[in-house]
């Protein structure tokens, strides 16, 4: 037997109805298993990068309260030193408390090497800063020191302790800013899946459409060939 004859024997008008059922529906089955398995992998993808944007906030958030606890630490130095305020004290022993989670956890996001150094840079900064403010109470309390070494002792540390902030400011913002990257290039991402989920959503009835119609007209074709 010929090939001819082997495809002519197999041709869709030659196969039984039976047949013609089994592939059809077979077709238009394996047509939403792709489209099924192509929108869980969208729904998926979909579901991670809604949580790395979600990460990233945080991040961003924990980010910005220590910025706003590291100015504050300032302005309570400055309480501390210029009025004697002695709450300036025991909202220092608070903050100290906030902080130190807060650089544990930006310290933990640094996945770079360059990120690392910004991380080992802003533990020690952030830890000597600390104990600044702790060396001017003990500057206060010292009653060894006139007053004029008192005030000396104090500006020094002051000046020491600005430069720190700084220092914790600058570390701050270049972990802000690739948070803010890195949370603009997952929600593209999530557009972008949500964009193809969509698609897939309008594409799987329209070939299931063109399927039934194709086949429709097969078995018309079939059914009206002469014996």
């Known amino acids: 037997m010929s090939l001819s004859q082997v495809m002519q024997r197999i041709a869709w ?3 039984s109805i039976g047949v013609k059922l089994s592939l059809s529906f077979a077709a238009v089955m394996l047509v939403f298993m792709l489209a099924a398995v192509f929108q869980h992998s969208r729904i998926t993808e979909i579901e991670l990068r809604m949580s790395e944007v979600q990460d990233r906030t945080n991040k961003y958030q924990n980010a910005e309260q220590l910025r706003q606890y590291t100015m504050e630490i300032s302005l309570l130095r400055g309480n501390l030193m210029v009025f004697g305020d002695a709450r300036a004290t ?6 100290r408390e906030l902080i130190q989670p807060l ?9 770079t090497k360059e990120q690392r150094m910004w991380r080992n840079q802003l533990l020690v900064s952030s830890e000597e800063y600390l104990q600044f403010f702790e060396q001017a109470l003990q500057v206060m309390d010292d009653a060894s020191l006139t007053e004029e070494q008192r005030q000396d002792r104090l500006m020094k540390l002051h000046s020491m302790s600005e430069i720190h902030k700084d220092y914790i400011l600058q570390v701050i913002d ?3 800013q690739v948070y803010n990257l890195d949370a603009a290039d997952a929600e593209e991402q999530m557009l972008r899946s949500m964009e193809e989920a969509s698609i897939a959503s309008f594409l799987m009835p329209a070939i299931s459409t063109m399927l039934a ?3 429709t007209a097969w078995f018309i074709i079939g059914i009206r060939r002469p014996i």
């Open 90 to 95: 025991d909202r220092f022993i608070e903050l």
């Open 13 to 15: 008008g030659n196969l």
């Open 174 to 176: 270049q972990f802000v």
């Open 213 to 215: 119609i194709m086949f």
């Open 103 to 111: 650089v544990a956890r930006i310290a933990e996001s640094a996945s």
